[in-house]
Every structure is written in C-alpha cells, then in structure tokens.
C-alpha cells in the first residue's frame, strides 16, 4: 500500500462529487497548501506518457480503459505501470481488477474539478 496521499481536489467524502482543491486560478493568489495540491496534479500530468495514458484513459469508449488497451505509447510495460501508479496516486485514476487485467477510468467529477481550476473566476458585485 502506498503512503502516498491522494489530491483533495481528488478524495471526495463518499457520495459526494470531487471539489476542487483549489479557487480557479483567477480568482486570488493561492496559499501554500493550495498551490502544493495543484503543483502535485500539474506533475502528474507534466510527462508525456503519463498525459498520453490519461488522455488515453479519458477518451476511451464507455470511459474505462483495460491496461491492455492503453499501453502502446512507446514504453515498455513496467514503465507504463509506473506511469498508471504516478496518476492513480495523484488522484487522477481509479482502477479495478477484473481477472488478470487492471481497468482505469477518470471519474466525470475529476475532469469537472481540473475544468473549475483552469476556469476564470465569475466576477464578484
């Protein structure tokens, strides 16, 4: 088990949707704790494979992707798995195993929270 801790932006009470971790990034400066939450997601997704592997995860029919479906991005498949791990203990993937492959999927809610992140604050009256 890792002793990695998951993004809050990422670790919803159950039965709740994700929330961001953070206000969008126009809306004030963030304070340490917020911008070290963020920074950890931004390196998660700042190696190419790993933002080929999310995206592929992402776009992939009905929202889940078997690992045997994902792994050709120019990686031998220990690296690929190291890959998939970074992401899942970032709080980007889930996964489930079903026999003898692993299933990842971006929940809906995750991809909302990075959206409200990079989205320009609503002006205040």
């Not at 971790?21 to 340490?32: G, I, K, N, S, V």
């Not at 917020?34 to 997704?45: I, Q, S, V, Y």
Request: aromatic content about 4%; overall charge neutral.
């Amino acid at each position: 088990m890792s002793n990695t801790k998951a993004l809050p932006l990422l670790d919803p009470a159950p039965g709740e949707a994700a929330a961001p971790c953070c206000p969008p990034l126009t809306e004030r400066p963030f304070t340490a704790d917020e911008a070290e939450t963020a920074a950890r997601m931004f390196k998660a997704l700042g190696d190419p494979v790993r933002l080929r592997l999310f995206s592929a995860v992402a776009s992939h029919e009905g929202g889940e992707a078997c690992v045997c479906d994902i792994s050709d991005v120019g990686v031998s498949q220990p690296t690929v798995s190291h890959h998939l791990k970074k992401l899942k203990e970032a709080g980007l993937l889930t996964s489930e195993r079903r026999g003898t492959w692993v299933f990842y999927r971006v929940e809906p809610s995750v991809l909302a929270a990075m959206g409200r992140l990079l989205t320009r604050a609503a002006p205040t009256s």
